[in-house]
């Protein structure tokens, strides 16, 4: 479906942003970055290879994953107009042109399908989408603003903060959504929670506070609450919240699972099958190729994950091992043991030029000296703004020069990265010392 016309001229925020968005291109060292921001993290075979022609003609070629289920293309020159037009003809751009900003609602790529979901949350995410879209009075939040919507998937990304979480719990024998501020269910409690029917009517008469409350330098909830206290702001709705202590003690339960590789889905026979770019870049020949294994062995349609990985959902189960193995020799890891699927790091110098060290280039040679015991996840970041990871990895590797870092490890009680560990490391160095916390942990 064709975007509207209204849809294919940009606005001008009342709170105006440097993130790039489908009608916003930001310059960087490598050229332009146009960001895709996908309804839910999914998008349509068709879509892709209309993404992946886009790239190949105007752009430089790179694809990215983002850690919030969406796509960005970098290295984009000349007319911008003439990338833009066709993803808008692909039904990849907003209702309205003020609502490409605020699209920032996060679920659980296997949405839908999950074997351990309370509910299917596709439908209230459209009618949440929707109304992000199309009121002109939440035009005015921030294009960082952000919403989750957990619906108690085991494959879910629960560490990424939020303005505002809203996960899934039985009460009373139905579907209710405990919500909280500026955080994540992995580690907050909630502040109240409302039936499944009332999760419309809680998201919107959140925003309507948030926005009758903060003052234009408070673009994200974090900063209006340290002004306003969550208690003070949750008793100001004109919602009916239930906060006794069965809810305010509860705990999201978390399912350990991986991204990668085959994943049941609900109903038998079908999975889904996880694969990740490495580093999270995609070429247009590999999105293309995905297209095609979802076309003709699933159901034409692929999802983006929060670790900057696809999925692609209904595959019959005598076809998942043809699926892995095309998304293998099409240079996705399909694997967790895989080194590089350990790894996240951000553009770097070679295309930012805020980055300090080459830190794609420096994480492809890291893998070579990583043991199969080294942490889960170690995030080269380029400088200390954690573009590529929203959250504290297990191991982090911040750049002071070229190919030199210093190394932190995440811990509670340290804001940012976690725990300064060493400085000034060598690549080589990082690695050995990487290795022996999987070994004996560091941060005793």
């Not at 909280?180 to 008469?205: E, I, K, M, N």
């Not at 692609?312 to 694997?335: D, E, F, K, W, Y």
Request: glycine share 10%; hydrophobic share 45%.
């Amino acid at each position: 479906m064709n975007a509207p016309s209204s849809a294919r001229q940009p606005h001008v925020s009342l709170r105006p942003s440097a993130c790039p968005g489908l009608l916003r291109i930001v310059q960087a060292l490598d050229g332009g970055i146009c960001r895709i921001k996908l309804a839910g993290g999914s998008l349509t075979a068709d879509q892709a290879d209309a993404i992946a022609t886009a790239t190949e003609r105007f752009a430089g070629g790179a694809i990215e994953a983002t850690n919030r289920g969406n796509l960005q293309i970098r290295g984009i020159s000349g007319e911008h107009s003439a990338l833009i037009e066709p993803l808008l003809a692909a039904g990849l751009g907003p209702r309205e042109a003020a609502g490409d900003d605020v699209r920032n609602l996060m679920l659980s790529p296997s949405a839908g399908v999950d074997p351990q979901m309370l509910f299917d949350a596709r439908p209230l995410a459209a009618q949440l989408l929707q109304t992000l879209e199309t009121t002109p009075r939440f035009h005015q939040l921030s294009a960082k603003f952000a919403v989750q919507l957990d619906a108690g998937e085991a494959l879910a990304m629960l560490e990424h903060p939020h303005d505002l979480w809203l996960s899934a719990l039985m009460l009373d024998g139905g579907p209710w959504l405990a919500f909280g501020l500026a955080g994540c269910p992995a580690t907050d409690s909630p502040l109240g929670a409302v039936p499944l029917a009332q999760g419309h009517a809680l998201v919107s008469a959140v925003l309507d506070r948030f926005l009758a409350l903060a003052r234009p330098d408070q673009a994200r909830m974090r900063q209006l609450l340290e002004d306003c206290s969550p208690d003070v702001f949750v008793a100001g709705l004109d919602l009916p919240v239930r906060r006794d202590p069965l809810i305010l003690q509860w705990r999201r339960p978390v399912q350990p699972c991986s991204h990668l590789g085959p994943y049941p889905q609900r109903e038998a026979g079908l999975s889904a099958v996880g694969a990740a770019p490495p580093l999270g870049r995609l070429t247009p020949a590999m999105l293309r190729g995905v297209a095609h294994l979802s076309r003709t062995l699933g159901d034409g349609s692929l999802r983006m994950t929060p670790w900057q990985s696809l999925l692609l959902p209904n595959i019959a189960q005598p076809q998942v091992a043809t699926v892995t193995a095309g998304l293998a020799r099409l240079g996705l890891l399909c694997s967790a043991a895989e080194p590089l699927a350990r790894l996240v790091a951000c553009t770097g110098s070679a295309g930012c030029a805020k980055g300090l060290a080459d830190t794609k280039g420096d994480a492809v040679h890291l893998a070579t000296l990583l043991t199969s015991g080294a942490p889960a996840s170690v995030h080269l970041s380029g400088c200390p703004r954690s573009c590529a990871m929203a959250h504290a990895a297990p191991a982090t590797l911040l750049a002071r020069a070229p190919g030199r870092y210093d190394l932190y490890l995440r811990d509670v009680r340290e804001k940012g990265f976690g725990a300064l560990r060493a400085r000034d490391l060598t690549l080589k160095e990082a690695g050995t010392l990487l290795d022996a916390r999987s070994r004996s942990p560091l941060d005793d």
